[in-house]
């Protein structure tokens, strides 16, 4: 008689809730960054197109800018954390976080007199922002995974994600009140008191040792996760597109909430995770992700033909959801995929894919949303979760 293992799988490998709480001073950590990084996504793009009075074009070009750093950041941040432990990388993500604010705050006194050099101001802030996501991302999940282990490495992915949308969904809208009482400034000095928060609470977290053996070179770890690095890339195009443009597209629809869009999509997001965030260690990740992003797909082509909020809402949770289990479902492939000593760098690795297409997409879309209007990026972004849904295929068959 044959037995199935899988179908045996202990409690703990069953329940998402199994690490909660060893999980919970890291989660802590990430959703104070994003937190911090939550409050300026909904104001910066009316800001620089209202205020500075810039195109969509260069809307995309400020919002995306902060995944270029990221290129360069998660390299660092992945040596650094396999060379001199993951607790240094993510504190020195949150110091980042700190400086954002001061370049935000920097940028307000010139927003009339000088709206080029306050461009220029918040540019470096978003520059400064893929520093800071990029380190306290790559150090977060490398000091989990040090200390719960792979076998969990789904429910890593599942709960550090859950404090990463968290930290966004709540910082959206208090973001937005804050502006509308005090302006933009008032945003900068919230985030920069959140970051110096975050510092303070990581800094006397337990931190975890350096790895003793030897590292292979990024790009080596680069290349071993190619495949499911693709799968990332193409399901984050929507994650992009709703976090550059749901707010302008409101706007343009004559509609209220564009900021509640992002939350939205936070909450699905959130809500995914605690229903099957528990699968993609159960019954393997790529399973799992070729059904979520197809829902992607879905919740996309609701924004896209929306006639009414309620509907584009709806779209944005749906997105969140089948985005946030994809990345969970791609991130468990992946580890697979990694050796142990360079751990860091394989998490650096693997987000940084996701940072190609949040560098790319928006200003590609945004030439895209001037000639064929706001509306076909999120057209765009169903096709990209189509194509995530066949990378997930292609590696089911391979492994059949």
């Known amino acids: 008689m044959t037995v199935n293992l899988q179908s045996r799988a202990s409690p703990a490998q069953r329940s998402l809730w199994s690490v909660f709480l060893p999980l919970l ?4 950590s990430v959703f104070d960054g994003f937190l911090a990084m939550g409050m300026a996504l909904p104001v910066l793009p009316r800001h620089v197109h209202d205020v500075l009075g810039q195109g969509t074009v260069m809307v995309g070009v400020v919002m995306g800018c902060q995944y270029a750093s990221s290129l360069f950041g998660r390299m660092w941040a992945g040596e650094l954390s396999d060379a ?3 607790r240094r990388a993510a504190l020195a993500g949150l110091v980042a976080a700190c400086a954002v604010g001061i370049l935000y705050l920097a940028s307000v006194p010139f927003a009339v007199s000088s709206p080029s050099l306050s461009l220029g101001l918040l540019m470096a802030g978003r520059l400064l922002t893929g520093i800071t996501e990029s380190f306290l991302i790559t150090g977060t999940m490398a000091w989990a995974l040090a200390r719960v282990g792979t076998m969990h490495a789904g429910k890593v992915f599942g709960w550090i994600g859950v404090a990463l949308f968290g930290g966004l969904a709540v910082g959206a809208p208090i973001g937005t009140a804050l502006n509308a009482q005090f302006g ?4 900068a000095c919230a985030v920069l008191a959140t970051g110096m928060v975050g510092v ?12 003793i053996h030897a590292r292979l070179p990024f790009f080596d770890v680069l290349n071993a996760l190619k495949l499911p690095g693709l799968g990332l890339t193409l399901c984050c195009v929507g994650y ?17 909430g564009g900021a509640l869009a992002l939350t939205s999509m936070g909450a699905g997001f959130i809500a995914a995770r605690l ?5 993609p260690d159960l019954v393997g990740g790529a399973r799992v992700a070729l059904y979520c992003v197809l829902a992607e797909a879905i919740g996309l082509a609701l924004i896209w033909a929306a006639p009414h909020p309620a509907l584009a809402w709806l779209g944005a949770a749906l997105t969140g959801g089948g985005y946030g289990i994809g990345f969970q479902g791609f991130g468990v492939e992946a580890v697979k995929r990694s050796p142990p000593q360079s751990r860091g760098a394989a998490m650096g690795a693997y987000v940084l894919f996701q940072d190609i297409t949040m560098g790319i997409a928006p200003p590609l879309n ?10 076909a990026v999120f057209l765009g972004g169903a096709v990209g979760a189509l194509g995530s849904a066949a990378v997930a295929w292609i590696i089911l068959r391979q492994r059949r």
């Open 200 to 211: 303070v609470g990581t800094s006397f977290m337990a931190g975890a040792p350096a790895s």
């Open 240 to 256: 992009a597109m709703i976090n550059t443009f749901a707010v302008l597209l409101f706007v343009q629809r004559g509609w209220d």
């Open 84 to 86: 001199r432990g993951p």
């Open 275 to 279: 229903l099957v965030g528990h699968l």
């Open 366 to 375: 945004g030439a895209l949303a001037r000639v064929a209007g706001l509306e």
């Open 25 to 28: 001073p890291f989660m802590l």
């Open 184 to 187: 933009f400034g008032g945003v």
